[in-house]
């Protein structure tokens, strides 16, 4: 199909043709081909912020105060100027576009953290349905606390963690939910998952999955715990039935009927007792006959027992409303950042029948496969986003697909790929930018140096190219983090994030240093 490079011809080819059923939003995002960030301000007049990211629907940028207090909400608002000349493009930008304030307005400035606590600066959740913001405060770390109270061995614990819920539009805190003496991977939301209006939350220290629901009035109420107990009622039961056998005991004579008191600690979680059933059944069914089920279970059940009963949860997030994908593991790779060395396995479990519906170690080829052929269903994003539907994966993407077969054919280990790409399972809340500019289908770059992911990445002197998809040689903008010279020291280790906005051609790159150099804010734009 004809595309021109001027946006006025694109404007009137929409108006005479009409797209495919279905791919009408495909079609205008290609007008990002014609309206891309091609201007840079280096080394812009910045508040001493640190920056997060842009809501998903781009109203609100997300900073915090350098003392890790405050919580400061900006909006976009453009840079706007007026030029005598005939012609503006080629005439030099005002001395304030030089300034932060010239592209954003402070809308306020709240305090989040109290008693000690730290603002997490990589934490932040958005609920596009009523433009809430998630945030979370906590006091340090407590490495070698002991395991008390049914918290697992070698589980830091952090004395008091704190989640606000926080109404964007003018600051007001609405909730809170505290957290004391546990610990909650706060690290870009890994411990916690968002879809539509439920928050999980994994206690790594208690091995919990904390439910709770977002109501329209702000509040935020339990749903239901998952872990020692699965129903709202096995814990009534467990202590109805200790109770019996407590009377029991005392009716009994002495002599050889006493029952001994089964202590509480002696059994295994309701989730884990589940999963272990899942294991033992799935082996069972595997032969017909007797002798050599029972030498099956022997081989892949009783000798790994001790093994699958010492897994903990590592991740979790939403598959649908019903169904979470859990992530086990060995206590080590909890709460180390390198989980590649460790055993994990999958688990998919639904809440309302309490059952594990399937099992799977993270070499597993059967879900691979699924991952490369619905990696989208992994995205599960909540159905009032319309912005994170289009996110470019392997299972929605030919290039992307083209290039992760390429890898794959690259590796030199199949199973070790494997493991590789399931190591991301299951996906961070909201950790992807839906900018158009990372969209496969629009523009090919280097992932790594710049990707839709939010993560820091080694800086280099050299401009980031975005090159057009549909005309394989043509530079449709670059991207340039830190100084426009380049840096003076090269041996100076330097690393770069960038913030896109989800709809318009603005991006902020802001290059660090590991030795408390200054800062370097960058803000590319389509002047």
């Excluded at 919580?71 to 493009?89: A, D, G, K, M, Q």
């Excluded at 979470?324 to 309302?352: C, Q, W």
């Excluded at 990445?457 to 530079?475: A, C, E, G, M, V």
Aim: with cysteine; aromatic share 12%.
């Amino acid at each position: 199909m004809f595309r021109s490079k001027n946006v006025a011809a694109r404007i009137f080819e929409r108006q005479i043709s009409t797209p495919a059923p279905g791919t009408s939003v495909h079609c205008a995002r290609r007008f990002y081909e014609n309206i891309v960030p091609s201007h840079t301000i280096f080394d812009i007049e910045c508040p001493d912020i640190l920056f997060r990211k842009f809501s998903d629907d781009g109203q609100y940028l997300i900073t915090f105060s350098r003392n890790h207090q405050d919580l400061i909400v900006y909006r976009p608002t453009w840079l706007s100027f007026s030029c005598r000349e005939s012609n503006c493009h080629n005439q030099d930008l005002p001395s304030k576009a030089n300034k932060f304030e010239s592209f954003f307005t402070q809308l306020y400035s709240v305090t989040l953290a109290s008693s000690g606590e730290l603002i997490c600066k990589d934490f932040f959740l958005y609920t596009e349905k009523n433009k809430f913001g998630i945030f979370a405060t906590s006091t340090p770390q407590i490495h070698d606390a002991p395991a008390v109270g049914g918290a697992i061995q070698g589980i830091p614990s952090i004395e008091k963690i704190t989640f606000h819920l926080v109404r964007l539009e003018d600051g007001v805190i609405l909730d809170e939910r505290v957290f004391c003496n546990d610990y909650i991977n706060l690290a870009h939301s890994m411990g916690v998952f968002l879809y539509d209006d439920l928050l999980a939350i994994v206690s790594l220290r208690y091995q919990r999955i904390q439910i709770l629901q977002i109501r329209d009035s702000g509040n935020l109420v339990d749903v239901r715990s998952i872990g020692e107990y699965c129903r709202e009622d096995d814990e009534l039961f467990l202590n109805s039935s200790a109770q019996s056998m407590s009377s029991r005991t005392d009716n009994v004579a002495n002599g050889s009927d006493h029952i001994q008191h089964i202590p509480e600690a002696s059994f295994l979680s309701g989730l884990k007792q589940r999963l272990l059933s899942f294991i033992f059944r799935g082996i069972w069914n595997e032969e017909d006959d007797p002798t050599l089920r029972m030498q099956c279970l022997k081989k892949k059940f009783y000798f790994h027992f001790q093994d699958y009963a010492d897994l903990v949860i590592w991740k979790v997030q939403f598959l649908d409303r019903h169904h979470l994908l859990i992530k086990f593991g060995s206590v080590d790779g909890g709460v180390g950042r390198n989980t590649d060395n460790h055993p994990a396995f999958f688990a998919v479990y639904n809440m309302e029948t309490t059952e594990i519906i399937s099992f799977y170690q993270n070499s597993a080829d059967e879900l691979y496969t699924l991952f490369e052929l619905f990696c989208d269903h992994f995205h599960s994003s909540s159905k009032n986003s319309f912005y994170m539907n289009f996110l470019s994966t392997h299972s929605n993407n030919i290039h992307a697909l083209d290039q992760l077969r390429c890898n794959k054919t690259k590796a030199t280990s199949s199973p070790q790929f494997v493991k590789q790409m399931l190591a991301s399972l299951p996906f961070n809340c909201q950790s992807q930018s839906p900018s158009p500019y990372f969209d496969h289908s629009l523009f090919r770059y280097d992932e790594k140096l710049i990707s839709a992911t939010d993560r820091h990445r080694p800086s280099t002197d050299h401009p980031i190219k975005f090159i057009s998809r549909r005309q394989p040689n043509i530079l449709k903008f670059k991207i340039k983090p830190g100084p426009e010279s380049g840096s003076a020291d090269t041996r100076t280790k330097r690393i770069s994030s960038f913030i896109f906005h989800p709809i318009l051609p603005l991006a902020i790159s802001v290059q660090q240093t590991l030795f408390l150099q200054p800062t370097v804010v960058n803000i590319h734009f389509r002047r």
